[in-house]
């Protein structure tokens, strides 16, 4: 190799017959939509992969090279707090008192509650999931106007657990030569062993993933026991079965295809990324013309940084190369920047030929203006709007949850019949209350009437007649609605129009309360004509 000063060079604009990439007219869009038309880029080995013929094109095995540098580093810690969280987050106790589930999250479907940490959501709180869930789509839709597909190159599912499988290929099989060797070598007993030891090992992942699934819909410890006992809900053992199949497929043989012709995401980011988003970038104007080092150093004028090694391409873990611009299977995980800072390293040039850059910081510097932290990529109107509609959701939704009510009333009046005219005079509605108590222990509530003339009293099944007052207490489970059913009764005499009287029913347990609006019904008002 020669002498890395020998090699150094000034950065310069590309050699007028330079190749030029999908992005190099600035036209976003059109850059995209080449880039749509020309993916998936061919991957770098030809074997034909697990999958045998996709449905668009025969799938390719991907052997991606093993890489060290920041942006893996920073890959393996999302991978190892991701996975820590999934598979631990069910084992974590969380002391509710005697009265509720000790799992810190939990779906309680029997139940129909979410619990997470202190903060327990009943049926009819499910704002607080739909506010969570346009949080959510919202944070994407930010990361993406920000930092391009990062969702896709770190945190999400499909990414991590091909990465995870990838690294059990490379401990089964070698690293991207050997493995390339390998597939290309006939079925002997020694590669059948080994694959099928591999595959195992994918089936372990795999269903260790969809038990971890479901511990987060029971007791975790209780349904592990059940479970291996054989007396789980049968729903458990389908739920395991249906997530290991598909975590093996997927994560196991699928992998890049998933990205590129089953997600719809990288579709609908197409229309969120502008010249202004951080992406991962080929800088075309200074690496071409391409030339091994040996064709530079005979005319370095000739040749830009690019030493065309492929490394890029080989540590891609969906077989990109990324010199051809923008492409669908890029998931913008930056692993191909550590590999070409690498070369560039070894071959004494300044780092960066990939990097992380906006189309129009690229302009910039190729029209030679001095090159841009990324960082300034960041501060720009539409990522502040996003930002502030992110972060107003979240805070009242953290608003609604500290000032929330602990107890809850719905009234429903009986509609036939709708009263009963007593002997005395007097008549009586019956009502049907439900009273929740959405703390974790019992308590005490007061049921009153409130807008009914005087003389107006209720008792209930609990209560008999004779102890019949305008206010009634009810004790009610914890974490429960309690359904009670209340008669009020109202003296003979009482004036009222034949829309029957408007009143209140009033639940209050200590120094919370709810209301209910109701109605009394009366019988219609004889009037001298009507005898
Ligand atoms: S790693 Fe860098 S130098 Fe090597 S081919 Fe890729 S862009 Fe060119
Ligand atoms: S081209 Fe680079 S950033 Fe894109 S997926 Fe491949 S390695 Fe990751």
Redesign the pocket.
């Known amino acids: 190799m020669a002498q890395a000063d020998e090699l150094e060079r000034p950065a310069r604009p590309p050699a007028p017959d330079a190749p030029q990439p999908a992005h190099a007219g600035r036209d976003w869009a059109a850059a995209l939509e080449t880039a749509e038309s020309t993916t998936p880029t061919p991957a770098p080995s030809d074997e034909v992969g697990f999958m045998g013929s996709a449905l668009y094109e025969k799938g390719k095995t991907v052997h991606n090279k093993r890489i060290d540098g920041p942006f893996r580093r920073f890959k393996w810690a999302v991978m190892a707090i991701t996975l820590v969280i999934y598979y631990a987050t069910p084992w974590i106790r969380w002391d509710r008192g005697a009265y509720a589930p000790d799992q810190a999250v939990l779906v309680d479907l029997a139940n129909r509650r979410f619990y997470m940490f202190d903060i327990e959501i009943w049926p009819h709180e499910f704002y607080f999931v739909a506010g969570l869930l346009i949080m959510a789509g919202i944070g994407l839709f930010l990361v993406t106007s920000a930092v391009g597909r990062a969702w896709c190159g770190y945190a999400c599912p499909q990414t991590v657990w091909t990465d995870l499988f990838q690294h059990v290929d490379r401990f089964f099989d070698g690293d991207r030569n050997a493995r390339m060797r390998l597939d290309k070598a006939p079925w002997t007993l020694a590669k059948t062993t080994r694959r099928l030891a591999k595959w195992a090992v994918y089936l372990a992942i795999a269903f260790w993933t969809g038990g971890a699934w479901i511990m987060y819909f029971a007791d975790a410890p209780t349904l592990t026991w059940d479970f291996w006992h054989g007396t789980a809900d049968p729903v458990a053992y389908a739920t395991v079965a249906i997530l290991t199949g598909t975590t093996f497929w997927l994560g196991g043989f699928m992998r890049e295809q998933v990205c590129v012709y089953m997600c719809p995401w990288p579709r609908i980011q197409t229309a969120m990324l502008d010249e202004k988003s951080l992406i991962v970038t080929?800088k075309d104007w200074r690496?071409e013309q391409?030339g091994s080092l040996k064709k530079a150093a005979k005319n370095p004028d000739a040749y830009g940084?690019?030493?065309?090694?492929?490394?890029?391409?080989a540590v891609c873990p969906t077989g990109v190369d990324i010199?051809e611009g923008q492409q669908i299977g890029c998931i913008t995980c930056g692993l191909?920047i550590d590999?070409?800072d690498r070369?560039?390293k070894e071959v004494g040039r300044p780092r960066g030929?990939?990097d992380y850059a906006t189309l129009e910081q690229c302009d910039a510097e190729a029209a030679g203006a001095p090159a841009t932290p990324a960082w300034k990529a960041l501060l720009r109107p539409r990522l502040f709007v996003y930002f502030g509609v992110w972060a107003g959701i979240g805070a009242a939704l953290l608003f609604a949850l500290g000032t929330r009510s602990h107890t809850d009333l719905t009234v429903a009046p009986d509609r036939n019949p709708p009263f009963m005219l007593l002997k005395d005079g007097s008549v009586r509605n019956a009502y049907t209350l439900r009273l929740r108590n959405m703390e974790a222990r019992p308590r005490e509530m007061e049921v009153a009437l409130e807008g009914l003339p005087k003389g107006a009293v209720m008792w209930t099944d609990a209560v008999s007649l004779e102890n019949a007052a305008p206010r009634q207490t009810v004790t009610v489970p914890a974490n429960a609605t309690q359904v009670l059913r209340a008669y009020v009764m109202l003296p003979p005499g009482t004036e009222a129009d034949d829309d029957g009287l408007a009143f209140t029913f009033r639940l209050t347990a200590q120094d919370e309360s709810d209301s209910a609006q109701t109605t009394f019904a009366q019988p219609a008002k004889t009037t001298p004509e009507d005898d």
């Open positions: 080929y690496g391409r940084d690019c030493i065309d090694c492929a490394m890029c391409v010199r191909c590999a070409c070369v560039m030929l990939i």
